[in-house]
């Protein structure tokens, strides 16, 4: 069964903005690290970013750096990716992905929970 749902995506233009949202289904992930992950055509999946569930840690791959921020709605129970200043290179299908511990999202991304999905594309 689905745990996470991405929404959010869209087509954009080169140097605008999208917002990811993932929230939790059937279940909660409280204590969890939460995480973006993203896969073009033709590469692999790579991380995006990770928040601790109290948000005092947040981690970003360098390519997104300073351009994406990933933030938690509590009350909602609900992460967020919002994406600035983007770039046809950021075109991909964007996961959510939770685990209780962080390394698991960098080291063993196979072990965490999964979304379905949501496609951005960003034309030039």
């Known amino acids: 069964q689905v745990q996470l749902v991405e929404s959010g995506g869209g087509l954009v233009q080169a140097g605008g903005s999208l917002r990811l949202s993932c929230a939790p289904s059937?279940?909660?992930?409280?204590?969890?690290?939460m995480g973006w992950f993203r896969q073009a055509p033709g590469k692999e999946r790579e991380f995006v970013a990770y928040?601790?569930?109290?948000?005092?840690?947040?981690v970003y791959a360098d390519s997104v750096k300073g351009r994406f921020t990933i933030s938690k709605d509590y009350v909602k129970s609900t992460v967020y990716l919002q994406m600035n200043s983007l770039k046809p290179e950021d075109t991909a299908v964007y996961y959510c992905?939770?685990?209780?511990?962080?390394?698991?999202?960098?080291?063993?991304?196979?072990?965490?929970?999964w979304g379905q999905g949501t496609q951005v594309t960003v034309s030039s």
């Open positions: 992905a939770a685990a209780r511990y962080a390394w698991v999202l960098t080291n063993r991304p196979t072990s965490a929970y």
């Open positions: 928040a601790s569930w109290s948000g005092g840690t947040t």
């Open positions: 059937g279940r909660t992930f409280s204590d969890y690290f």
